[in-house]
């Protein structure tokens, strides 16, 4: 868990410019770490580095807006 936080935390940072450290609990949309277009993004980013295959169901805000709900997606969504 502590490496999918740090990929997808050196992720972030690289595309959205952010220089500082991200709580794994924060949310990411209200701190202005992250838009609606960048979500996108990582959605994508998240399906091809991972493996998975996310369903339209899975593009929420309550999945999507911290690193450790994005965690928690990824587990779920794993094949096995």
Known sequence: MVDMIKVLGDYIRSESGYPGELDPDADLLEANVLDSFSIVQLA?????????????????????????????????RKPG
């Open 44 to 76: 994508v980013f998240v399906q091809e580095k991972f493996g998975i295959e996310l369903e339209a169901d899975d593009l929420t805000r309550a999945n999507l807006a911290s690193l450790n709900s994005i965690v928690k997606l990824i587990e779920r």
